[in-house]
């Protein structure tokens, strides 16, 4: 079975300081990973996705997140936050293109001015 | 770029009253999925769709849940008699099944069960 563990619950950063988001997964085969981002009151919306090729990824927003296969983990960074990025972020599995996506508990990110 | 559209956007029920979820996926995709996300909880499957059919679902989409695709654009979660503990936040998904194409999420509906 797959999981994935997102480490902090909550995440407090000063507007245009640097914030890393980690994630781990466990998986006895080989995953597609993600990051999505729910705005306040909001659906989910997709940051970006590993697939396979280059470990670091960049997505939206001026978010990137790196693959580390030995380390099981994909961590999510930004190199300097704004208040918008306010949000819950979940890092997020699945087997194959179609096959259910399975979810962390979520990391709330609060931007403080 | 498409939506996922679902409505209502908000529900109020009864406990034990039925109600019926809807959502319009994108119209060339094939695969379609339902999620809920109790209050302050991680998102969680409930069911997948394939070919009019289930492919898969959750130990929580017991008899009480149904999915159905009437009519070839809207894709519907029932839920039979609801219970408190099924209020939560119900997002519908839907995609291609191709590798490089993302999942589509709709903006949810918020069900409250009183």
């Known amino acids: 079975a797959q999981s994935v563990t997102q480490l902090d619950s909550q995440v407090p950063v000063f507007e245009e300081a640097p914030v890393e988001l980690r994630c781990n997964y466990s998986?006895?085969?080989?995953?597609?990973l993600f990051w999505y981002v729910q705005y306040p009151n909001q659906g989910l919306q997709l940051l970006l996705k590993?697939?396979?090729?280059?470990?670091l990824v960049k997505g939206i927003n001026g978010f990137e997140a790196e693959f580390n296969k030995s380390q099981t983990s994909f961590h999510l960074r930004k190199p300097s936050v704004h208040i918008s990025d306010t949000a819950e972020y979940f890092c997020?599995?699945?087997?194959?293109?179609?096959?259910?996506?399975?979810f962390g508990p979520g990391t709330s990110l609060s931007v403080i001015p | 770029e498409p939506e996922v559209t679902q409505t209502p956007s908000h529900q109020v029920t009864q406990m034990g009253q039925e109600v019926i979820l809807r959502c319009v996926p994108i119209?060339?995709?094939?695969?379609f999925y339902w999620y809920r996300q109790i209050l302050g909880q991680k998102v969680e499957f409930l069911v997948s769709?394939?070919?009019?059919?289930?492919?898969?679902k959750s130990e929580i989409f017991d008899d009480q849940f149904s999915v159905e695709r009437p009519d070839g654009s809207n894709f519907t979660l029932k839920i039979r008699s609801t219970k408190l503990e099924d209020s939560a936040m119900y997002f519908c998904?839907?995609?291609?099944?191709?590798?490089?194409?993302?999942?589509?999420f709709g903006s949810g509906t918020q069900l409250s069960v009183l």
């Open positions: 998904a839907s995609s291609t099944g191709t590798e490089n194409e993302k999942l589509f």
């Open positions: 769709f394939y070919n009019n059919e289930i492919s898969e």
């Open positions: 997020a599995l699945e087997k194959t293109s179609y096959d259910k996506v399975i």
């Open positions: 590993y697939l396979s090729g280059s470990t």
């Open positions: 998986s006895s085969v080989s995953v597609y």
């Open positions: 119209s060339n995709h094939l695969y």
